[in-house]
């Protein structure tokens, strides 16, 4: 499954949750930043579990604060009734997903145990260290239908891969490759563009790296959490850039 949209949910949570930003985790510590080599630490599946674990980072008050979006999936079925820990934070479900504000972290760890079991585990996420920002294009600009699209945005720090996405009426119409840390433009195919409006969107991910696609679409082994299929990455969005495609 592509990386969604955050839900509003999650924002609205950002606000209502009173969220101690950490100077530690917002200033340039002289970290190296993230190993960019390779992949994900991949685990082979130890149950029937299914978990995609993001810790995102969104804008609020004082500045960059994070968030938990996790949802768990037994055999196909949605799992309600876990015990979801953060570091510290328990994250409460609701309509599908596991969801709250966390306390600003360098590094998140995650526990979930489900029937008394402990069905996941996974350390070391953080989060980019900004929100990348696109930088050629302007909500409202208007496009030529069938026409290549270049989209190019600025760099942010803890990255290890990128992703370009377009969408419509709410429907993805078009998601890249995880794209390699020293990218700072793609080119969305022109055949992706008949008339009629688009959101343009660029996801900053810590976590995984170009050729670890089958994450997103239908994991087979766990990118860097222990037990289900799935993952658990670190990721902040652009804002929607909206374009108009004329005949």
């Not at 699209?149 to 990255?159: G, I, K, R």
């Not at 290890?160 to 890249?176: A, F, I, L, P």
Request: aromatic share 8%; with cysteine.
């Amino acid at each position: 499954m592509m990386i969604k949209k955050i839900l509003l949910a999650i924002l609205m949570a950002s606000l209502m949750f009173s969220v101690q930003i950490s100077m530690i985790g917002c200033e340039d510590n002289n970290d190296t930043g993230p190993d960019v080599s390779g992949s994900a630490d991949q685990f082979a599946s130890s149950n029937d579990y299914k978990v995609n674990a993001r810790i995102v980072g969104v804008f609020s008050f004082g500045g960059l604060s994070t968030c938990a979006d996790i949802e768990i999936t037994k055999d196909g079925t949605i799992i309600e009734d876990a015990l979801v820990l953060v570091n510290s934070d328990t994250i409460p479900y609701s309509y599908g997903f596991y969801q709250t504000s966390l306390s600003t972290s360098n590094n998140y760890e995650l526990t979930i145990t489900h029937d008394g079991n402990l069905i996941a585990s996974g350390e070391g996420v953080k989060t980019p260290g900004d929100i990348p920002t696109i930088t050629n294009l302007d909500s409202g600009d208007v496009h030529l239908k069938n026409s290549d699209l270049t989209v190019e945005w600025n760099s942010v720090s803890d990255v290890t891969s990128w992703q370009v996405t377009s969408s419509t009426n709410g429907s993805q119409t078009y998601e890249s490759s995880l794209l390699p840390l020293d990218a700072s433009s793609h080119v969305i195919p022109g055949t992706n563009f008949s008339p009629g409006n688009y959101d343009v969107q660029v996801n900053a991910i810590n976590g995984l790296y170009p050729g670890d696609d089958g994450a997103l679409s239908d994991p087979q082994v766990g990118y860097d959490i222990d037990g289900p299929k799935g993952y658990f990455i670190g990721l902040t969005q652009s804002n929607t850039v909206e374009i108009f495609v004329n005949e």
